[in-house]
């Protein structure tokens, strides 16, 4: 819900700054809402009440299911800020990698998520394995099930990430 909420803030930035009002039609998260609500209502006429609720679960479910991703690839690993006020440069060090043949092949090399921080034109098919990188302790979809017990999450992932911040300066813990 942070991105959601984060995407808002953005947009009323961006509309204070050209001086528009929230309620403009220039309001692009009002647009997509919008698109969204004629594209339910055409589901709805077109296919029919269920239809229509088995579109919204399944995605809901993409949202969580993409939700849990990015909380797990990103988890506890943060990048420093330097006295300027600028963060030091995206490094294969600020994302968790997870070289798992299967999470590999089902996901498109998602696993490789670290590769992707550390040049990210880099076309997903391309994507390299870094050791170096902080690994994950499963596959994708071991971590996914970890994540939904955070009691266990944090046990298993804490001292993980302890060692992590040893081995990379350039990391600050972000929990």
């Known amino acids: 819900m942070g991105s959601y909420f984060s995407a808002w803030k953005l947009e009323l930035d961006r509309l204070r700054s050209k001086g528009l009002s929230p309620f403009s039609i220039r309001n692009e998260m009002v647009q997509i809402h919008c698109i969204e609500l004629v594209f339910l209502a055409l589901v709805l006429f077109l296919f029919g009440l269920k239809s229509m ?3 919204i679960t399944a995605s809901v479910l ?3 299911l993409l939700e849990s991703v ?3 690839e990103h988890y506890g690993l ?3 800020i330097r006295e300027d006020g600028s963060f030091v440069k995206t490094l294969h060090c ?3 990698n997870s070289d798992h043949v299967l999470s ?3 996901l498109f090399e998602l696993s490789r998520h670290s590769d992707h921080h550390y040049k990210a ?3 997903y098919q391309v994507l390299n394995h870094h050791d170096e990188s902080p690994q994950m302790p499963t596959g994708y979809a071991g971590m996914i099930i970890l994540a939904l017990f955070p009691p266990l999450w944090f046990k298993v992932m804490h001292p993980i990430l302890n060692l992590e911040e040893q081995r990379f300066p350039e990391l600050v813990k972000a929990m």
């Open 78 to 80: 943060g990048r420093r």
């Open 62 to 64: 993409g949202i969580l």
């Open 104 to 106: 590999r092949i089902l």
């Open 94 to 96: 600020h994302s968790w």
């Open 70 to 72: 990015n909380y797990i």
């Open 53 to 55: 609720i088995l579109f």
């Open 121 to 123: 034109s880099k076309k």
